[in-house]
């Protein structure tokens, strides 16, 4: 089905600036879009960002007005810009595709990329 590649991680100093690639093998996804996970050792994969089909999107708490999620629909593919990174944004950065089990149903992760790392050094 979708295959999914992250790429743009590495390291920054806080306040620095990051900007994540979540390529799809495909020009169709479900109404749920894609999602931006991050997952740090010893602590649950936590969801970051998310936009659905129709353009809408959810943020964390620890990352509203620091990470913008968009979509490139020419690329084929779902960027997160993130800006003025800390030390806590430090862990393994996942795209997903997200689906619904039945039509009106809450969006979950289905398919997963191979994750990127992001470091961030105060």
């Given amino acids: 089905q979708v295959q999914l590649v992250e790429s743009g991680g590495g390291s920054v100093q806080a306040g620095g600036s990051l900007k994540l690639s979540c390529a799809t093998s495909r020009y169709i996804l479900s109404r749920c879009g894609i999602g ?5 050792p ?3 994969r936590e969801l970051v ?3 659905s089909s129709d353009g809408t ?3 964390a708490d620890t990352v509203k ?13 779902f960027d997160l810009q ?3 990174l800390k030390s806590e944004d430090t862990a393994v950065y996942y795209c997903a595709a997200l689906v619904s089990l039945s039509t009106g149903a809450t969006c979950s992760p289905f398919v997963w990329g191979q994750g990127t790392q ?3 050094s105060s």
Avoid: A, C, L, P
């Fill in 118 to 120: 992001v470091t961030v």
């Fill in 82 to 84: 993130m800006n003025s």
């Fill in 49 to 51: 960002s998310r936009i």
């Fill in 65 to 77: 007005g620091r990470f913008t999620i968009s979509e490139d629909k020419f690329k084929n593919s």
């Fill in 36 to 40: 931006w996970y991050r997952q740090v």
């Fill in 57 to 59: 999107t959810d943020y």
């Fill in 42 to 44: 010893g602590k649950e």
